[in-house]
């Protein structure tokens, strides 16, 4: 069956600095890999989307890689705030020929920026 | 305001008992999904539906039920039959193909006592 793993289920960086969150996976390549936030007792909010012929896409301070080879996606933050604190999650979207398939979340990873 | 809406937030219900969760979207999407979130652990897909009028089993659809009557609902209920509903439930919706971008409201955390 798919896995998806996010490597830390918490990271604590300095103010400033650049947050680097790791999503791995197996088996199947998956045609889509997305990235959303997530605040305690909230729902979870979209922050991009990568497709498996891209390697990278950015969005202001945030910047998304993605190697099939490797099966992992890196979420980075740069110049990071206390307010980027939160839960960060990556679900992968993977097609079986040729039809939709389903939406598959990591756990997440729990970001802390400390001032 | 666009937006998917959720409601309670939050729900307190006795053992044995069935409970109705909410979800309404005005994003005119097609696509509705139910999620369960529980502590340190991913989201887990309930139900899903692609169009009015029909639905799919998730990955942890037992004890679970839900209808799609309109386009703008569809309501999630908890049977009895649940052995562990105590959670937080996300629902979502999507666009009209199905597995994009998801947008989800604000959830609605169940506890059965």
């Known amino acids: 069956s798919q896995k998806i793993e996010q490597n830390s289920e918490a990271l604590n960086i300095q103010e400033g600095k650049t947050a680097t969150l790791t999503c791995n996976y197996t088996n199947y390549s998956p045609a889509y890999l997305q990235w959303y936030r997530q605040d305690p007792g909230r729902g979870p909010v979209f922050l991009l989307l990568i497709r498996e012929n891209e390697k990278e896409k950015r969005k202001e301070r945030l910047k998304v890689t993605f190697d099939t080879t490797l099966k992992q996606s890196l979420f980075h933050i740069t110049a990071s705030q206390p307010a980027d604190s939160a839960t960060y999650l990556c679900a992968l979207e993977f097609f079986y020929g040729g039809s939709q398939g389903n939406l598959i979340f990591g756990k997440g990873t729990k970001l802390s920026v400390k001032p | 305001d666009g937006g998917i809406t959720q409601s309670p937030k939050y729900l307190f219900r006795k053992e044995g008992q069935n409970v109705t969760l909410s979800c309404e979207q005005n994003l005119n999407h097609d696509a509705m999904y139910w999620y369960r979130q529980d502590p340190g652990q991913g989201l887990r897909l309930i139900y899903y539906?692609?169009?009015?009028?029909?639905?799919q089993k998730g990955d942890i659809a037992e004890g679970y039920s839900v209808s799609r009557e309109k386009k703008e609902s569809f309501p999630l209920t908890v049977t009895s039959a649940q052995k562990n509903p105590t959670a937080f439930y996300l629902c979502a919706s999507s666009s009209a193909g199905g597995w994009d971008t998801q947008y989800f409201g604000p959830g609605t955390r169940l506890t059965v006592l």
């Open positions: 539906s692609q169009i009015v009028n029909d639905f």
